[in-house]
């Protein structure tokens, strides 16, 4: 169980508008071990960050807000979701930046991510509003990431498939580091659901 000593001045941004298009069905409500996809990524959420949750929705909007039950935070519809990732992210900051301190951003395809490492990008932030605290894995750093206020402004003005990497080699900021090798696993297929699957690319 995550600990519950998150600062209240970070929310936890859950991406689960865009199309999918190389799945070939609304992925965000695909099972995985019996969970859709979408409500295991918001019940983490949920767990470090309660009433703080921004759920980020666009295609199949009401199926995908349904299938998370009673969501305790906020749900944004993306006007222009079909654009890219960045759109989606860009809505969702400016929807609570005047609340936020920082957000935590997760990718609801990222199927093997716990409450326990959100909670440790969370606890690891200094506070400070220049550093970001990302996800290490494949010899690269991602998502899930925390994001200060000091990145707002460039998550606002995101577009197309930029969801804010860049923001990781900018000089403005310093970007400290928690590796997390499951955060490598999403789901882009059917496929990528199966065990036989998962094993092949562990």
Known sequence: MASTETPGDIFAIVLAAGTASRFGATKQLAEFDGVPLVRRAMETANAVCPT?????????WRAV???CGPVPGFIVYSEDYTAGIGNSLASAVKAIRHAANAVV????DQVLITA???????STWSGADDEIVATAYAGAAGAPALFPRGCFDG???????????HLLSDDRYRVRTIACEAAAIDVDTPADLTPTSRSARN
Do not use: F, I, K, P
């Open 52 to 60: 703080r949750t921004v759920l980020v929705v666009g295609h199949e």
């Open 65 to 67: 807000t349904a299938c």
């Open 105 to 108: 951003v997760l990718l609801a």
């Open 116 to 122: 326990e490492h959100v909670q440790a990008l969370c």
């Open 155 to 165: 998550l606002m003005a995101l577009s197309g498939d930029n969801g804010g990497r």
